[in-house]
């Protein structure tokens, strides 16, 4: 399984280039699934949650920050689940 | 964008020195033994509120202090901890440390690390002393992990710390649970901030009133990965606060963002949280615990968070611990210059605030003054007697004038109050650095005056308190052997005195030691070894430059440019300060200073020809002049008595050394004026005749030409000629001493 390690600090600044690092991934994985790996990221913000969410893909080994910040975002619940692809 | 936010900034500042004088005027309450619910309730919202403006703009060192002493404060709140004076000390010390960080956040000076360290500690040691069982909170230390307030975890809230806050029966008992949704637009991440900081900022107000906040995200409206636009807002939020709180606080969160978010507040049906949502359970208990997280990792907020963190270098931050407590901005900014905060420092402010009714006042005169040109107007028109009603309406039009003028006086005004309370945190650092005890006690802080005075008063007030409780207050050995209380008094007070704004600064110190006075000056060459000096003279002598008494220079004061520097600062603002000490009993400076820096009242006088103005406020009584009641002294001056009490005769034009033959070439038609010097000395003035009495607009003459002895400043009367307004006290003075039988030649320099 293809894996994205995510950067430290996931604030406004970083949202784009977490948007194509993610979309690259993706697209490299060819199909299969990636999975962002949060275990050293120590900031995150409202606009890189955005990209986190709307990407669909797992997080492994989330860091204690990014427990904290789903939280407090009130989608906890996407910690384990992926957000639902879209019905499109 | 980043000029709006500066605006922003600046309001946030100026609410947090609002919030820091509140805070300052609860904990004196305290302090005092007044720990009424209402004075506790009060410190506890000023210093949450600075922290949640705070948190909005990312100031990570200010929330992160803010977020110990709240928990601390909340201690008191509920009871569990009560406000000994060891406590409220403690928590002077964090308000100190507070408004530090806010003047850092400000771009100030650095604050250093150890003093917050200390302090913090300080904090926690109370909240551990109170919380009992809940020492675990001790973990604050290490900020990042800090659980504040144990309420959001249900079970523990049913404890204690529920049934304890003091906002109960403000709550109506069948209250709704508050329901907030929010949408922050993509301009609100543009500007830098992030929903987060709201989020943090609910969580905040929801523990603040002992409850946790349920948040729930709604993400129907996120695209797929590939449509998604990073900067743009996608998700909103609906927030479960619990039923204590009030919208107000909810507002508050919001304030900064009102433009680029929508915002629904409602009261939900039903107490307690909302059963509707779902993932309430799980969700809270992370919500809260994640409030601090700013604090460890600065927040998103690029432009705003990326300043107030500096992380200056360990000599520039030495060099900030070791400057005075109140240096100037400018003094700051070459160090400062090197972090990205110096770009953020606002510009000094220049607003006021004002009651809402002075600009009302002011509002309806401007609207008579309206009407009474409208009735000049007509006036001119007219060809009959005119003349006389010229003369009415001018003359109604005068008084108009008039007041208006005291209505914008009154805008201007502002009571003493911030200057004052300023001077409290001062006297606690002296009293530190000099291990002395010491209270300071305020009286008339009410006491309006111009806003110009009201800042220029501080550093001269500064230097005065540090120099009494450094020299003015002895040891506590000292005091006790001396038969006193060991704790020192100061009494700084403030008044209205003949259109005059009086400070005193009194302390019950040792009083000015004379013969040592004396004996420093004449080691220091200000007066010659032979000199015989009055008393009042010896007293005045510390004001002289280069002076100092201290036999070592301590940290504080004694750097022997203190109070010479005040006297200049305070004659700068047409004051004067006056000396009384009472040997073994304690020392009380006089500051007088005029009201305003514009306007007065002067009696319009005639000497050696030319018209001059005496301030009316120092005009006591006009007479003529009886010869027979002058008298001449051996020295050849003159006295003249009058109903008994004999005063110093000056004639006026001979005194400004504009000719006239003293005393002897005195003329029938002469008058004199009985002036009084504020601390109630007088003398007769002889002038050539009153002319009239005006308002005049003062000029400076230190500005625009130099000092002039006797002479204060300079007008321009209603016929364009420049008249010199007379320095009344001065010749007083002056006067005073002459009449002395000793040589004059030791005095002329201590008497301006």
Redesign the interface.
Known sequence: MASVTLPERLDTSAAFALKSEIEQAVKNAGGEQVSLDASGVTYLGGLCLQVLLASRCPLVAPSEPVVEAYGLFGVSAYLTEPLAPLKE | MSGDMDDILLVFFQECEEQLQELERGLSALSDGESGKETINAVFRAVHSVKGGAASFGLENLVRFAHVFESSLDGLRSGRVAPTPEIVKTFLKAMDVLSDLVAEAQGGATVDTARIDESRAELQAIIGEGSGTAGQKEEETVPA?FTPVPVDFEPVMADFDFGDFGFEEETPAEAASLVVTFS?HTAM?DR?D???NL??GL?DVAVAHGGAS????E?AA?????A?E??K???S???VLPAAVPEESVHTVFDWVSDVCDVTITRDGGPGPSGGEQ?AE??A???E???P?PV???????PV?ASPAPAPSTVAEKIMAEMPPAPTPAATAPIAAGNAAATRRPVEQATIRVDLHRVDDLMDLVGELVIAQAALESIGQREDDAQQEMIKRIASMKALTRDIQDAVMAVRAQPVRSVFQRMQRVVREACSMTSKDVVLTLEGEDTEVDRTLVEKLSDPLTHMLRNAVDHGIESAEARIAAGKSPTGQILLSAGHRSGRILITIKDDGGGINRERVLATAVKRGIIAPDAVLTDDEINNLIFAPGFSTAATVSDLSGRGVGMDVVKQAILGLGGRVTISSVEGQGTTFCLSLPLTLAVLDGMLIVAAGSTMVVPVSSVVETMMVNHKDIYMLPDGANVVSIRGACMPLIPLASELGLGGGGTASLSEEDVILVVENESGARAALIVEDIRDQAQVVIKSIEKNYRQMAGVSAATILGDGSVSLILDVPALVANALGRIDTRPSDVRTGLAA
């Not at chain 2, 996120?222 to 590939?226: G, N, S, V």
Request: net charge negative; proline share 15%; with cysteine.
């Open positions: 992990d922050p991440y830098g992030d929903a987060r989020l943090i969580a349920t948040v729930t995200c993400t996120l695209p797929a990965l590939d998604l990073t900067e807002s996608y998700l939020w609906r927030v993932p799980e969700q208990a992370p919500a615990p994640e409030q997280a460890a990792e600065a927040p998103a907020p690029a968070a």
